[in-house]
């Protein structure tokens, strides 16, 4: 039985501008690929290049997607991935679709100019799905991850008055779900970092910190996690070649599989297209309906199609 690897560092670090998320990010994960949103990076260009770290500044999807996919076609030796901050990422889909759909009702001539929160849940949806896929990728990605947010308002108005009832991320609801643990980052009146622990899952046992609130000290993270998990490189991922996407195409279209094997085979592999699919992944996706269309000719019984 093939070792099992050590489970990779999650975590999530959100805060007020100027806390020190960023810095914090770089010093719990060096040798990291940096998604920098903002430019916060810029001022430890020097700090980042003596850790072998690397960074490429943009807010773009399609850019973050296509950085996430050659990560793991070749990770270049590179054991962690590090975004910051999310929040960049957030906004950028928020004004993105909201210039489309604005552009789209002009054109329909129904209004000229029109709110975000107009749209409704269409706008938010199309929102949703373009993170969703950035989410899927780091998830299938066998790195470190962590990610900075901007700190907001937590607002309640379960009583019928809306009130302020603490604080939270500004980022996709439910973003903080993928992580293993989520700190809070503040300076004191004395400008040291504190870290308030939100949130902390291990598996089999959990990290168990003595206090929830505590000064910030990467080594101190780096090891409760283990430096063998840390800084362990990842194996690159042979990606599906164009032969077998070609092939995975035909016979869909000519079997028309059930939705949801097709389903349970993305989701298997945390794949949306079968252009993304690990090769050994698709390879037993194409074997299954290689082996029905063989049946199908043979006169064999037919796919059970729902």
Sequence with gaps: MAKEKPKRFKGFIYGKTGVGKTIAALQICPNAQIIDTEGGTEQYDKFIEMQGSEVLRTNDVAEILDCLHRLEENPKNRSSLIIDPVTGIWESLQTRWNDIFSETARRKNKFHQVATEDFGMTFWSKV???????????????????????????????????????????GMKGLDYIFDIVLRMELDNDGKRLVHCTKERRFPEPLRFKDKTFEWDADQIRGHWGLEEMDRVPEPVVQATEEQVKRMEYLVEILEPPVTKMAAWRGKAQCKEWSEFPQDKLAKSIASLELELSNREKGGEAWAKK
């Design 128 to 170: 949703k799905s373009q993170h969703t896929r950035i989410n899927t990728w780091i998830k299938r990605l066998d790195m470190n991850i962590i990610m900075t947010a901007h700190e907001k308002d937590l607002w309640s108005d379960e009583s019928g008055t809306l009130k302020k009832v603490g604080l939270t991320y500004d």
